[in-house]
């Protein structure tokens, strides 16, 4: 194995992590998550407009790991579980990063690779109208969206994405998505 979990929480680049979970990703612990998130805004007393942007981007971040994680590798399960998913929100002087990760089949590698290059290449306008474009002209997935996840966290965020694959073997990489938001 060439990934363990850990990495993501070590690699902070001297952050202060705030709030972390790793585990089992289903509705009810979203909302637990969502929840943990809440309470240490308050406990930071952050600004509102600050805790409302990094709120809405948590909520597409888990939906986004509910949605479309694949199952774990098989060799996993039993320590991890079927749906595993990690979500640290850290703090640096003059910002935040929410980081979320999950397994997904190496197949799906060169496809969210594309995806994020192009998000990250759009200005603030063209994100706009690509999520107008989106929204108005692409049918709605079995999994519940269009594929505006991603350009929604970007266009909330106002910052390009961060991100990485970590081979865990042939099959299975786990995928980090890294989420800047600015105080």
Do not use: W
């Not at 998550?33 to 597409?60: A, H, T």
Request: glycine share 8%; aromatic share 12%; hydrophobic share 35%.
């Amino acid at each position: 194995m060439n990934f363990d979990v850990k990495q993501l929480s070590a690699d902070t680049d001297g952050r202060e992590t705030i709030f972390s979970y790793e585990g089992d990703v289903s509705s009810e612990r979203i909302n637990f998550i969502l929840e943990g998130i809440e309470n240490k805004f308050v406990e930071l007393s952050s600004e509102l407009k600050v805790r409302k942007k990094i709120y809405n981007i948590m909520v597409e971040a888990l939906q986004n790991l509910f949605h479309h994680s694949d199952d774990v590798p098989g060799d996993l399960v039993e320590k991890i579980g079927k749906r595993f998913g990690v979500i640290i929100l850290a703090k640096t002087d003059n910002s935040y990063v929410l980081t979320a990760g999950n397994f997904i089949k190496s197949e799906k590698v060169a496809f969210l690779t594309e995806k994020i290059e192009k998000i990250n290449s759009l200005s603030k306008d063209e994100l706009k109208e690509m999520y107008k474009f989106i929204l108005n002209f692409q049918k709605i997935s079995a999994k519940g969206g269009g594929g505006l996840g991603l350009i929604d966290i970007a266009r909330r965020s106002e910052n390009k994405l961060g991100y990485k694959f970590y081979p865990y073997n042939e099959n299975y990489c786990f995928y980090r998505l890294d989420i800047f938001v600015t105080n």
